[in-house]
């Protein structure tokens, strides 16, 4: 609501730069308007209070004073659109505090401290590119010399991606007592993913278990971005072997168990394709210039690994996140 | 004053009928005290429940009525039409699809501007809007 | 933009009305005013036209003339706001359309068809109050004569309640092979939930399995809104009897099986919350109220029933649900 | 015309120097042939920028300088200061963050109202925003 003072403000502003013109009333002009916002004028109030204020200053002519009922006119649908922001503002805050929730209950659907087993280092990082992320990954102790660990990606928006990976961790987290190797897992996750999401939308996922005595990681891959097995007394990555349809997709996928064996200094890369496809200049990072950044953060511990190449990472794509970013490393010290 | 400005009902069967129904809404607030900047926002409101006649039901009719409240003096719109009606008011009432130009269109707007809106519409049955913009407590000797 | 035919058409309206001024122009005024702004002209550029337009049409007083610096000036911090709604929009459709998969995905979690058994019939009605909604139900056929049933509330707003909802669905989906009676499987989630979700948060949930042969429900409840028992011989509803935590408070919660027997023409009602927070003219329906509005729609199919009750309920609540609203009707023939 | 105007380099250190750069702003978008809509949004965005310097760092300089690319003319301002930076850009840029009035405020509106926007900002580092409106290819003869 347009107040007397206001008015007569606005009227004293308007008699200022009448007296003389100066950058500093069209600065307070300015300002006013950022206030008058402020307190929810709304522009056809504006208009209507300038016409008033012209009759204080001097001989208004007939066909002035008329033109500005057209403008009013013409102003008030420019004030529902006024009025119309602060049901967008509102719809949207709400939103947001929806959002931020779900974030803190995603937050809880991931480990919230990593496995500790002599002679091995883990790192992750793993950053959502919007609120709520489609990546997933756990570590599930099995008994003391033994860990599970799963990384996942869900395809589709936000929203219904968390609703997926809830169930995925439900899911796993249902079965952890039962002892299955990760092909039987991968099946089993397979048929309930079919069972229960939308044809559309798909999970790739690597699951497996680590022998922390063996140093032995026993897995399966169901058509995720493949890993990298960095094999320290050659100085040399290889891709990580493993295929297998990713969940969801026909009811009866069958998945192949793969083995490792990680030596002393042996470092192992899972990761999501988020990782590789963070662009440089607006081309896909290609594996082997992957593979060039990370041999530039060897011999470091696997946390400040992940750290450093997601760092480098972030950088090379101007620091935009196209997808989100998961990556985990393990290493055999 | 008020007094002698009854309720009057406007057929829309014409968009001439909509600068008819506006200059009566406009002539009766200003009877009623509204300021010009209300006087317009009624007539825009006017506007948009005729238009929504004229485009969408092909005919129907708009009241304009002063009312008291409770001490309070105020103007009330009724639009009503026997045209196919809004299918999901619900969805009508929010902006976006208001901006569509369907039936519905601008009615987020009117009550935005109004003080108490209410709607009644089904598919086949027609709509129905009454709407009330309230100006303050009657003055004495009025 | 403001275009040269656009300012030509904004004179001609300002001379029409200064020549007689009349309704009809500052009808035609208000058109113009939603055209402009779906053209997209702002408000600084709505002033500034106004301003030339007068030029046009007399002889402007230097005064006027100056004013309409300083007018546009304020107008600019308008500019800003109608400039901010295209944003505001866009993110709000965006946001629609990710809500509009979610809810999709959360179709997908409810059975698409009913359990058919001779001598049963089953309704149901579950409507969400906003998009996603926090109440879920299932039937699992179990075998030939026994089917598994769920029903729950979620707490807390949309989003995280179909994360949750989620779990639940895939936890249960994972478990269905397992000879779990009502109070095993209840523990069972309630070890999950409690692990999974926020504390804030909690599940209530009615758990049961019914033989079509006895016509026998055994069920076990976790703090859910209590349903109904109609006995037709009677002609009475009765209350379900069962309590038991919450899902999520407590690691060790127990719960206890009850079972009923469903005689000809007896009808069971289970529901959640939404169904009796129906607000009668502000004020929540008590139970006693609902029972008089189930008296007065039974003797027809447990479908038709559902249905009926539900428009019963909603005219009630002045066609505004408040909270999620689940029914189930089971009904003996 | 334009060659004989340079960039201009104002110190921010009181409000009166926020007015100082907006006339500079002024002047200069005027010689080089922008509407008087685009002078005061010019304006405009020289006080969001100066603001932000002169409330949150305290002190700092707006550059405006002519600016010429692929044959075409703009307007360039650069707001640098060596103040606490903003620790979440993404947030910043952001409308509902911007009515809040913390440091940032107003930059969504300088995004929307120039053509081109880039923000440096990290927390202890200071601020650097560069905006540029364009206004067309160069006149022959200018
Ligand atoms: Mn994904
Ligand atoms: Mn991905
Ligand atoms: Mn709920
Ligand atoms: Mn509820």
Known sequence: MVTRSLEEEYVKLLRDYLNGPGEDQLYFAQQMGKWLL???????????????????????????????????????????????????????????????VAQAMQKRLLPNQLPDYPGLEIGVVSIAAKQISGDYYDFICQDRERFCLTVADITGNGISAAMCMSMLKYAIDSLREMPLGPDEMLRHLNRIVGRNIDPSMFVTMLYGSYDTHQHCFRYAVAGH??????????????????????????????????????????????????????????YYLQRDELVLQMQAELGVHAQKMANALYNRLLALSQFELLDDYTMIVLRRT | MWQSCGPETIKIEREADIVTARQVGRNMSRQLGFGTIMQSRIATSISELARNIYLYAGSGTITIAPIVRNGVLGLQLTAIDAGPGIPDIRKAMEDGYSTSGALGAGLPGVRRMMDEFEIHSSPGEGTRVVVVKWNGPIEEGV
């Open chain 1, 38 to 100: 402020a307190h929810d004028v709304s522009p056809e109030e504006l208009t209507d209070m300038h016409g008033r204020a012209l009759e204080k200053l001097g001989e208004v002519p007939e066909f002035v004073r008329a033109s500005f009922s057209i403008l009013t006119e013409v102003m008030i649908e420019y004030g529902n659109e006024h009025r119309s922001v602060h049901s967008w503002r509102s719809r949207h805050q709400q939103m947001e505090a929806e959002l931020t």
């Open chain 1, 225 to 282: 971005e493949p890993g990298f097995l960095y094999r320290a007394a050659e100085g040399v990555f290889y891709d990580l072997a493993g295929q297998g349809s990713v969940l969801g997709l026909c009811p009866n996928s069958e998945y192949e168990v793969q083995e490792v064996r990680l030596e002393a200094g042996d470092i192992l890369i899972l990761l999501t394709d988020g990782v590789t496809e963070c662009k440089k200049n607006r």
